[in-house]
């Protein structure tokens, strides 16, 4: 067989978290990706999005602890990775706090309990988590989307604090499979948008894209553009 000479496709695939708080329409933005989109619907909420949007919502599975479970995410992709890159065309994790944060709220409360003899080992599998399932969902071939919550709370000083449910280390590890890190939140006047945080070409650091359609219709297309250093948009 001959050895490619050039890549069958120039499109710079999507490889994107979106992060934000509730309400700010991170699982809508699904809707408006290139379809079918497969949910790994592990805050158990895909259905939601049905009809929602011009993209065709696929579950990834049936079974709700196929959805949650890291090992089993990673078997059925490896398993069906020819199907999904011959039928699907982005796949999505909505969201990664639903598989992390159970797992180290486990890892915690057996450690106050004293159940853990030793209580950094107990954390081992919350790092095992992004490790089985990002290569799986890379070799599909899939534009592939990341999506995890913030949550707004008050420290001990009652001083109102936002913090992401996806911990440092695991963000990190996840940057090596991402070309761009979105946020979404709600601008002044009550409209929903996403900002680019981050992305590997530099380009579009900043600017911040606002759904004035409704279900972000056109907005993956700006966000594209963006990246690839050909819009300036609005900065935020």
């Not at 650091?205 to 907005?219: C, I, L, M, R, Y």
């Amino acid at each position: 067989m001959a050895l490619p000479r050039a890549f069958t496709e120039t499109r710079i695939p999507r490889h994107w978290v979106v992060r934000g708080a509730p309400n700010t329409g991170k699982s809508t933005f699904l809707t408006a990706l290139r379809g079918p989109v497969v949910v790994i619907d592990a805050d158990h909420r895909a259905r939601e999005l049905a009809g929602r949007g011009p993209a065709e919502i696929w579950p990834f599975s049936t079974k709700p602890h196929e959805n949650t479970d890291p090992y089993l995410i990673a078997q059925i992709l490896m398993r069906d990775a020819e199907e999904y890159a011959r039928e699907v065309r982005t796949i999505a994790v909505d969201s990664v706090s639903g598989i992390l944060t159970p797992i180290i709220a486990r890892a915690m409360a057996g450690n106050k309990r004293g159940e853990n003899k030793n209580k950094v080992a107990a954390f081992v599998e919350k790092a095992q988590v992004l490790r089985l399932i990002q290569d799986p969902l890379a070799a599909t071939g899939c534009d592939i989307i990341y999506i995890w919550h913030e949550e707004t709370a008050f420290d001990n000083n009652a001083k109102r604090v936002t913090h992401q449910t996806v911990p440092d280390t695991e963000r990190k590890r996840l940057q090596r499979s991402l070309n761009a890190l979105l946020v979404a939140d709600i601008d002044a006047e009550g409209r929903r948008r996403l900002r680019i945080g981050w992305s590997r070409s530099g380009h579009g650091q900043g600017q911040a894209f606002v759904d004035t359609v409704g279900g972000w219709v056109g907005v993956p297309e700006q966000i594209d553009a963006a990246l690839a250093g050909a819009a300036r948009e609005e900065a935020l």
